[in-house]
């Protein structure tokens, strides 16, 4: 089985350079696999970093320049450039572990399995502060991180729900993802973040629908960098701000009949219970023990959000137009 690596990036050409190197210590046989960086946008220097690799990796390598913004355009011109069936994203701030790629194989061989996941562990770029070191280590068995892309589900492999595969390290067939439409856009600059919907999540949603299995592998498994600007109160509420949007966004085409409605979604502009872990924890130490201004602060960032993108899609027939669209390859 081959398998195609496909790294969206966009001016961190650092970041992709240590993760090509990376990719340099697979176990899996490098005349296995294919990686295709896919630059949306990026200034010169990432071309210039590809042109110079260029017949110097053991692996298959190839770059494309995306022009048109937006996350889920990149991992497309990815898709339509992979070589092979066996497609896994990631984001360019990873470091994967050796095994990667061949437990993901491993992971894919057994039956119905269409998506494969594993641990995204915090590779923290500054000590992290009290609040999030809390946030990430007070939980006993899974710990889940959704506002970073973090999680560890533990050392067994198992059965999992598709949500819990994240794209940053996001391993699926074509089939799938060109049965379910392809991504949903996401990823945008700020400057076009009322073009932003569901991501992957609408991916694992149709998974889960045609009752096909998600795998996690503890050795399919990465380090998703954590820079100091992340680890901010700031970083969070525009986080709820842009989940409020991508709520909007599924729950807009779920009344106008797009999409099935989800069983476990929550009623429209209702904070998600992931930042429940996210209030309690900012309000213990750190300088931050005004929990209710906390809880206010963030569930409104994410009501804003959601009332932002639900009012432009009243007035704004362009959005109404993009926010239906069948699918958006």
């Not at 209710?292 to 009501?303: F, G, I, M, P």
Request: aromatic share 10%.
């Amino acid at each position: 089985m081959d398998v195609a690596v496909i790294i969206p990036t966009h001016n961190r050409t650092a970041y992709l350079l240590e993760l090509l190197a990376a990719l340099e210590n697979q176990t899996l046989n490098p005349t296995r696999f294919q990686v295709v960086v896919v630059d949306n946008g990026s200034d010169g220097e990432c071309r210039r970093a590809a042109a110079a690799l260029k017949g110097c990796t053991p692996f298959r390598f190839s770059y494309l320049h995306e022009p048109v913004p937006g996350l889920h355009n990149a991992r497309h011109a990815g898709m339509r450039a992979a070589e092979c069936d066996l497609l896994v994203f990631a984001d360019d701030d990873i470091i994967p572990f050796d095994t990667w790629l061949e437990a993901i194989c491993e992971a894919f061989a057994k039956p119905d399995v269409r998506l494969v996941g594993g641990k995204n562990l915090p590779l923290w770029e500054t000590p992290p502060p009290r609040w999030l070191e809390r946030m990430w280590s007070r939980q006993k068995g899974d710990r889940i991180l959704g506002e970073l892309s973090i999680l560890d589900l533990g050392e067994l492999g198992r059965d999992i729900d598709a949500s819990l595969v994240w794209g940053c390290n996001f391993a699926v067939s074509r089939t799938l993802l060109q049965e379910a439409g392809g991504f949903h856009p996401d990823g945008m600059p700020w400057e076009l973040i009322h073009l932003r919907g569901d991501g992957e999540t609408h991916v694992s949603n149709y998974m889960s629908e045609k009752g096909y299995r998600a795998f996690y592998h503890p050795e399919a498994s990465v380090r998703h960098r954590v820079p100091k600007e992340r680890m901010t109160l700031a970083y969070f509420k525009k986080r709820a701000y842009s989940q409020g949007i991508s709520d909007s966004f599924r729950d807009l085409r779920i009344s106008r009949g797009v999409l099935a409605a989800a069983g476990s979604s929550p009623k429209p502009g209702e904070i998600p219970r992931l930042w429940e872990a996210v209030r309690k924890a900012l309000g213990v130490g750190g300088g931050l023990s005004d929990r209710a201004r906390v809880e206010k602060e963030t569930a409104a960032a994410y009501r804003k959000g959601y009332g932002f993108h639900q009012a432009l899609f009243t007035k704004d027939e362009k959005i109404r137009e993009w926010v239906l669209k069948t699918d958006y390859l």
